[in-house]
């Protein structure tokens, strides 16, 4: 699982230090701080090798938002800060830097925005409506009226790549897309569904096709702003009809092996179809979509 962006853990979170306040205020004095804007963008400058990379802010030059402690690399202590955004560097979102960041950087940039979305939308306590208050280093609230805890939240959703089981993969085109670019079928799991009964629903839904052999591949933190992706395969099971539920998507289709082939490298090369196909381009290498795809191209699934 080492290639896909955004998933490696590549700083240990030690989250026992998370309560162990005189460590936390030393851990502070000599820490790297990634710091993000409430848009999810953070600052960037170009490095040697042509990627953005993250420039990270010193303690006494990181403002005044709330502390976050990400974790460490070693003896090396990582925190986030929401702040504005300034002139000195070039401030880039998560999404505009994509996979081109390395593990250690896209990993704590991920974890950073994830939190903040989480803190920005949970300013209340969900029992008694009262305010609530930053606790264990960002990692919870707790409430100012009856003391209750809350935890960061995510939203599991399924996202699958649906193949006949020789050379064709079911892809779809939601309706904020634009013509000719589509992506793996995904959507939302619901309270008291399993993963496998979330990616049969969500396929029949979307698509009214069957689907059989339904296996976990790989996650994928999506934190846009909540988002825990769960990836998977299944094969095709009975008829390959596709009837679209168009209050979900635009359109659906198979595609054969060579016409997404063919639309990956238009989609990596920024170059417009070159043929009239009705598939022109499959989401960008950093999401998990694309992992999925890519996989099924070379055959693994
Ligand atoms: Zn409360």
């Not at 049969?200 to 052999?213: I, K, P, Q």
Request: aromatic share 8%; proline share 7%; hydrophobic share 40%.
């Amino acid at each position: 699982m080492a290639d896909l962006p955004l998933s490696v853990a590549a700083y240990d979170r030690v989250a026992d230090r998370r309560t162990d306040e005189a460590w936390l205020a030393d851990a502070w004095s000599r820490a790297r701080i990634v710091a993000i804007s409430r848009r999810s963008s953070a600052p960037t400058a170009r490095g040697g090798d042509g990627a953005p990379h993250l420039v990270y802010r010193e303690p006494d030059d990181a403002g005044d938002g709330p502390r976050r402690f990400l974790g460490v690399v070693g003896d090396q202590p990582y925190f986030a800060v929401t702040t504005e955004p300034d002139d000195r560097d070039d401030w880039l979102t998560l999404r505009e830097i994509g996979g081109r960041a390395d593990d250690l950087e896209a990993g704590l940039l991920t974890a950073a925005i994830a939190l903040e979305q989480w803190h920005l939308r949970h300013p209340r306590c969900p029992q008694c409506g009262e305010p609530t208050t930053e606790h264990k280093a960002g990692w919870t609230r707790v409430c100012s009226n009856d003391g209750s805890e809350h935890f960061p939240r995510m939203d599991p959703a399924v996202i699958m790549l649906i193949h006949d089981g020789a050379d064709h993969a079911l892809l779809g085109r939601g309706h904020q897309w634009n013509e000719g670019r589509f992506s793996t079928l995904a959507g939302f799991v619901e309270p008291g569904e399993s993963l496998e009964a979330a990616v049969a629903r969500e396929v029949l839904e979307e698509t009214n096709v069957g689907v059989r052999d339904i296996r976990y591949v790989a996650s994928q933190p999506w934190p846009f702003p909540a988002s825990l992706m769960l990836g998977f395969t299944a094969v095709l099971d009975g008829d390959p009809s596709v009837q679209i539920d168009p209050v979900e998507m635009a359109e659906a289709a198979w595609f054969s092996r060579d016409e997404i082939a063919a639309a990956r490298d238009w989609t990596d090369e920024h170059e417009p179809a070159t043929s009239g196909s009705r598939l022109q381009a499959i989401p960008p290498r950093f999401s998990i979509s694309r992992y999925l795809i890519d996989r099924w191209l070379q055959g693994d699934a």
